[in-house]
């Protein structure tokens, strides 16, 4: 293969520059890359972006040496701007800043003291670096296809790579040297050293002629000012879930951006990356510690956003007349509410809620103190009525998400963790789940089997919407307004009819009261609903699909930007309302207080039924809360319980006094202490069923009952019950 004429190829790529051209709707030539060139020019662009897709219009062979040679080619496209820049600029560019006042001063001061005959020495003239301000990013094909994390192997290096992934870590924006600019202590002369590796060896001896001549051996001192700096960050790529084979950890990626690549993703978003791939050149005593092994990184030259489970970019365009008449027509709230997770059958009212869960109610922040808007619920049900199921579902749907289960995550996993930064060795903080899952979802499945330390940690960031945190040094609040959607299974893994709700659920009130919506959802067994569920979960086998309804299921892409469109409006509640909301919060107070098997209500739960009514006019695309959306809120909490009512209605069985006297004494001697577990002294199980409304006689004759069955056994002296 002959070796390439690099000439030439700058050549081409200013021809490229110049003269490429698209044809606009009336025929008009329109040079694409000429206006960014004016644009460069007169300072109103930083970033030139060269698509690849543009240059193999006319030169397909270029693209593939671009792709191959990515870092050759970014200087040779960066010289030949350089060198068009001036044929571009048709006016004087007004704002100035330090360095280039900084370079007037110093070309003015050569032009007034330097003979025109005298050359200068390489190191004292100005490296095309310093001149420069934009920047070359390459845009690649649309052909090329994105590659997975441990795809990308020593083939790849020094080529244009694509790479998606998850980005878990980005770190501050800090200033990169990448001209040093140094003032001899004798002449006066600068020198400037362009810098390419991460680290480098400052120049100590002044290489100008009249201190080699003088033998003055002249002292070099940085200059900041005159130095050029630009943009750096640092992020981490891991690759997605599904990409990782079988029994593997997902990999990592460290991705440089510079310039005006950075800012542009944050720690939790999906994304994909263009970049050259390049080894990590160390020097020195890094080198050394390092030993033989070689470090490798993706300069970045293009981030994109994208959709959590679609190939597709984010999508930001705003919906036509068309997709909002196709969403807006009669009915639509069930429609939206049956088109998540259509696979699923029934739980028509907890898709409901999952729906304003997406939209969330509007935020208030009166002089300081801050109401959320985000809502909360939690799904208790029965195992095996796809509570999981519903959770990965939304997972998937909202545009920013975590999720991760109970056992499985910590208070600190949850929160955020202090780390040794590995760049510059300081303590930073790192976010956990709900710090990444801000202005989204977080989910937590198995939310009973977390440990109570761990779940604490929730506690403020369900009310108030902040994590603070005091370690290590470092005293912060971090934002954390996510809504949280958590699904457990009751105390008994199975709810009991027979226990109360509060027995049930075993969480405490303090938790439940940050609940929106806590759905109890149990499994009863009903012929018509047992068949038709049957048919439905083999159908959904079968065809991989859900069963034809009567309207067909929104899809996940127009569902995504007509929540984002929904979130945008701030209803308010009128006036003539308000009396409505308090009369009904009165209400359910006393509802409460009179009746004994409910869960707890307290003033939280009139901000919830606001929350779900604002939610409900987001959802309409309307400015003002109506009566329909209270009335709607209402019937959402009331049918939240509703599967547990019904069983009140058919009265159960009434227990005889034996069996409740029975039941009274083993929760006696399930309170007993230590050794003494299943004994239970007389006088006390007497006195403790005497003052629940039972008769001595009453029991005596459970006593003698439960002996002969050899439940358990009274002693000689009649001072002490054990149970068998």
């Keep these: 293969m002959a070796p390439k004429d690099y000439v030439a190829e700058k050549d081409k790529c200013k021809r490229f520059l110049q003269e490429f051209y698209s044809e606009d709707d ?50 040779l496209f960066a010289d030949a701007v350089h060198e068009l820049l001036p044929e571009y600029r048709e006016r004087e560019v007004v704002a100035k800043d330090a360095l280039d006042v900084y370079i007037e001063h110093r070309l003015m001061m050569e032009q007034r003291g330097r003979d025109p005959a005298d050359t ?83 120049l100590i001896m002044c290489p100008s002629q009249e201190c080699v001549t003088n033998k003055s051996g002249g002292r070099l001192y940085l200059q900041t000012r005159g130095s050029k700096f630009v943009k750096f960050q ?40 263009a970049g050259v791939f390049l080894p990590l050149l160390r020097t020195g005593f890094r080198q050394a510690v390092q030993g033989l092994l070689s470090e490798t990184y993706l300069e970045a030259h293009s981030i994109t956003l994208m959709n959590k489970t679609e190939d597709d970019e984010l999508g930001t365009e705003e919906l036509g007349e068309e997709e909002l008449r196709q969403i807006t027509e009669e009915d639509f709230y069930e429609k939206l509410a049956g088109s998540i997770a259509p696979e699923i059958y029934g739980h028509e009212d907890v898709k409901k809620a999952l729906l304003l869960l997406l939209v969330g109610g509007v935020q208030q922040a009166p002089k300081g103190m801050k109401i959320r808007g985000n809502i909360n619920i939690c799904l208790m049900g029965d195992p095996g009525v796809a509570k999981s199921q519903l959770l990965s579902y939304i997972d998937r749907l909202a545009p920013r998400s975590q999720y991760t289960t109970g056992r499985g995550s910590s208070g600190v996993g949850l929160t955020a963790a202090v780390m040794r930064d590995t760049v510059t060795g300081e303590m930073t903080l790192e976010g956990g789940a709900l710090v990444l899952a801000d202005m989204g979802v977080c989910c937590i499945d198995e939310f009973d089997k977390m440990a109570d330390a761990d779940r604490t940690a929730i506690h403020e960031v369900m009310e108030q919407q902040t994590i603070s945190i005091a370690k290590a040094g470092i005293m912060t609040s971090l934002n954390a307004r996510c809504s949280i959607l958590a699904a457990a299974n009751p105390a008994y893994g199975r709810y009991n009819p027979r226990k109360t709700i509060e027995q049930n659920i075993q969480l405490p009130a303090a938790l439940l009261s940050r609940f929106d919506l806590l759905w109890l959802i149990q499994d009863k067994p009903d012929p018509e609903a047992d068949l038709r569920l049957a048919q439905h979960i083999t159908y959904v086998h079968q065809h991989c699909r859900q069963p034809p309804t009567h309207f067909t299921p929104i899809d996940m892409k127009l569902m995504r930007r007509y929540i984002s469109k929904c979130k945008i409006r701030q209803p308010v509640v009128p006036e003539a309302l308000s009396d409505y909301i308090t009369a009904a919060y009165v209400e ?20 919830s039924i606001l929350r ?30 509703d599967s547990l009512q019904a069983d009140k209605s058919a009265s159960t069985r009434t227990q005889r006094p034996a069996d409740v006297i029975f039941s009274l004494v083993r929760e006696l001697a399930g309170e007993a202490v230590g050794g003494r577990r299943g004994m239970v002294k007389l006088a006390e199980a007497e006195q403790r069923c005497v003052s629940r409304g039972f008769t001595p006689a009453q029991f005596q004759t459970a006593l003698d009952e439960y002996e002969e069955l050899n439940v358990w056994q009274v002693n000689q002296a009649r001072t002490r019950i054990t149970f068998v």
């Design 26 to 75: 009336n025929g008009k030539k329109v040079f694409k890359y000429g206006a960014q060139l004016v644009a460069l020019a007169h300072r109103e662009q930083v970033a030139l972006v060269v698509e690849l897709d543009d240059i193999a219009e006319e030169d397909p062979e270029l693209v593939e040496s671009i792709c191959e040679n990515a870092k050759r080619y970014t200087g």
């Design 120 to 202: 200068r020495d390489p190191r004292n003239q100005y490296p095309a670096e310093l001149m420069r301000r934009f920047e070359v990013y390459f845009k690649p094909p649309n052909t090329a296809k994105p590659k997975v994390v441990r795809d990308v192997k020593a083939d790849s290096i020094g080529q244009l790579v694509t790479v998606r992934g998850i980005v878990t870590r980005a770190t501050d924006v800090k200033p990169m040297m990448a001209v040093a600019t140094y003032t001899c202590d004798q002449c006066g002369a600068e020198t400037y050293q362009p810098i390419q590796a991460p680290t480098f060896m400052p």
């Design 234 to 273: 640092e992020l981490r790529l891991q690759e997605h879930s599904d990409q990782v084979p079988v029994g593997n950890i997902p990999r990592c990626m460290t991705v440089y951006a510079r310039g005006e690549n950075t800012r542009v993703a944050l720690p939790g978003d999906h994304v994909a990356v």
């Design 588 to 607: 359910m107070r006393k509802e409460a207080r009179v009746s004994k098997d409910t869960t707890f209500t307290s003033p939280r739960t009139l901000l």
């Design 612 to 641: 779900l009514s604002t939610a409900l006019a987001r959802l309409r695309l309307v400015d003002v809360v109506e009566r329909e959306d209270v009335n709607e809120a209402m019937r959402l909490m009331e049918m939240s319980k």
